[in-house]
């Protein structure tokens, strides 16, 4: 499934979302960004991924590989022109596509981030976790990491997941847009500047001649 | 007419020697606010207004284990310090004061160690 603005137009964006706990406090700005683009006349996809929002499937069977096969699959499917990949999208964005990617972060932090809140919320409970503990289990079998049941094999691929380095994205960073980074959020937000500004940069660089 | 060197101004080295050191204790509760900002969605008065016994965990509904889990992965950034498992207690995290003074301490060992962050 995916949530698309398609008028068959020329300029057409694959959108690649944050990921786990970050795509839900990014979710309803990276739409607002669409909006934006819609109005600006650039035809704009956002997937679901496997396991993630209505999909039938279960996210402990995901693989990060499989999420780069569905991305890649997703960019033929609406012959995308360009790519969007917000924070940990950045690491199933299909290298050839030219485009941007916005606040790129590492499987590796994205992993500690979750594991950390893992830990707290035992903590909390009065059991006594470790980072390291946790991840030799998640290692083989798999682990629920704040709510989010992440297989082995996905586990271990995000523990090193890093960006395509040949990819031909260039880097948005949060200072190129100004204010704080909405995945920061404890709890979902928008920034209607934040959104103008980003849809800015990426139309600029889509409508150019 | 010549100057006698004894009678030259004596100027204070220390800012000059504090350059080289850790980012100044002000630096970092500066930064530490702009990550509270950020995490908490407040305006900048507001948390301005945090004193050292402003409470965190536990005292904000919004601040649960997912968001102090960003909160410190962005300290890691922007802070270029390492939290250890072992770091996280309930004291660190009850007070503004209680993170600040962590994060000075966990400032100045990153710079002793060379960096380790990186």
């Known amino acids: 499934m995916a949530l698309v603005f398609d008028r068959q137009r020329e300029h057409r964006l694959l959108v690649l979302p944050a990921l786990f706990h970050e795509a839900n406090n990014m979710r309803r700005h990276t739409v607002e960004v669409m909006r934006r683009l819609d109005l600006s006349g650039i035809d704009s996809f956002l997937p679901d991924f496997s396991g993630c929002n209505e999909s039938l499937q279960s996210l402990d069977t995901q693989t990060l590989v499989g999420w780069r096969a569905a991305a890649l699959a997703a960019a033929a499917y609406f012959r995308a022109t360009h790519v969007l990949a917000i924070r940990a999208g950045c690491l199933l964005a299909p290298p050839a596509l030219p485009g941007w990617r916005y606040a790129p972060t590492t499987g590796t932090k994205v992993v500690r981030s979750l594991l950390r809140a893992r830990m707290i919320a035992a903590r909390e409970a009065g059991q006594a976790e470790s980072i390291e503990g946790v991840s030799a289990i998640a290692r083989i079998e798999g682990v629920d990491l704040a709510g989010w049941p992440i297989g082995a094999a996905m586990f271990s691929a995000l523990e090193n997941a890093v960006a395509n380095a040949d990819s031909r994205q260039a880097a948005i960073d949060q200072d190129d847009i100004g204010g704080g980074g909405l995945w920061l959020r404890a709890e979902p937000g928008e920034d209607a500047e934040q959104a103008d500004m980003l849809a800015a940069l990426v139309a600029m660089g889509m409508l150019e001649p | ?118």
């Open chain 2, 1 to 118: 007419m010549t100057i006698e060197p004894a009678k030259e101004p004596v100027v204070a080295r220390e800012p000059a020697v504090e350059a080289e050191l850790a980012p100044a204790r002000s630096a970092v509760d500066a930064l530490l606010r702009d990550i509270l900002r950020d995490v908490l969605a407040l305006e900048a008065d507001l948390v301005a207004a945090f004193s050292g016994e402003t409470g965190l965990f536990g005292h904000l509904p919004e601040l649960d284990s997912m968001a102090v889990a960003s909160l410190f992965t962005e300290m890691e950034d922007r802070l270029g310090i390492i939290i250890e498992d072992d770091d996280v207690d309930g004291e660190m995290l009850e007070t503004y004061g209680g993170l600040l003074a962590f994060a000075q301490v966990k400032v100045i060992i990153g710079h002793t160690d060379g960096g380790a962050s990186n």
